[in-house]
């Protein structure tokens, strides 16, 4: 079945710092990916959609500038988490869907979520 | 706007039982809703995919039911196991997904 690799799954760093997230499709081109956040015993909420080679759609509330989004290929999305600071500790998940993989139909591919601590 | 309410937020049954996780979501116009399972600190696991057309899923020991003029989805788990201790979230399809806020589920052997 289709995997979607995340990397890396655990990073902490220093307040300040910028962090980037990787998220891989591996056996499919992946059109369209989504970006997630989860807080302790919350649910996801999704932070951004992102099209291969355009710019990123954010949802209400999320700091464009501050969640960089990068899609430049069909296999590799990436999420920058720039001047990073405690309250940006979260677990972040990314989502991948495969051409012709429209809004009806067909299940997301989640990747295993990467753990970021920021002291 | 649309809100995903799953009951209840936490459970914890002996094992061998049989129990119904409940997903409720406010507007009835979706695409599909997804019941998945999220081990602590790791990513999500699907387990059962419903269209908006369809009534019900099965998959071993799973049955995921849909009725979607009431805004009601279940997860049923047949004879559980320690092993299906997790957090089971639901999430429903509209342009996006819209997750539940989980059912944190301990199966005690």
């Known amino acids: 079945g289709a995997v979607v690799s995340q990397h890396p799954s655990w990073v902490i760093c220093k307040s300040g710092t910028s962090v980037k997230i990787e998220c891989r499709s591996l056996?499919?081109?992946?059109?369209?990916m989504f970006w997630y956040r989860q807080f302790p015993k919350q649910s996801l909420m999704l932070m951004a959609t992102?099209?291969?080679?355009?710019?990123?759609?954010?949802e209400q509330g999320v700091e464009k500038d501050k969640f960089l989004i990068n899609h430049a290929s069909l296999t590799l999305s990436t999420l920058t988490v720039t001047s990073a600071h405690p309250e940006d500790s979260s677990f972040y998940i990314c989502?991948?869907?495969?051409?012709?993989?429209?809004?009806?139909?067909?299940?997301?591919?989640f990747g295993d979520g990467t753990r970021l601590s920021i002291l | 706007k649309q809100e995903v309410t799953q009951i209840p937020a936490a459970l914890s049954v002996p094992e061998g039982e049989n129990l119904v996780l409940n997903c409720s979501f406010t507007?009835?116009?979706?695409?599909?809703l997804q019941w998945f399972r999220q081990d602590p600190g790791k990513g999500l696991t699907s387990l059962l995919l419903?269209?908006?057309?369809?009534r019900e899923q099965t998959s071993g020991r799973l049955n995921a039911s849909l009725d979607k003029s009431s805004g009601r989805s279940t997860l049923y788990i047949a004879a559980s196991q320690p092993g299906d201790s997790a957090t089971y979230l639901c999430?429903?399809?509209?342009?996006?997904?819209?997750f539940g806020t989980g059912t944190r589920l301990k199966v005690l052997a």
């Open positions: 056996d499919f081109q992946a059109t369209t």
């Open positions: 992102s099209n291969e080679g355009s710019k990123a759609t954010y």
């Open positions: 999430a429903v399809k509209t342009y996006k997904y819209i």
């Open positions: 989502s991948a869907r495969g051409p012709g993989q429209g809004y009806s139909n067909q299940p997301q591919h």
């Open positions: 507007d009835s116009a979706i695409y599909n």
């Open positions: 419903i269209q908006s057309s369809q």
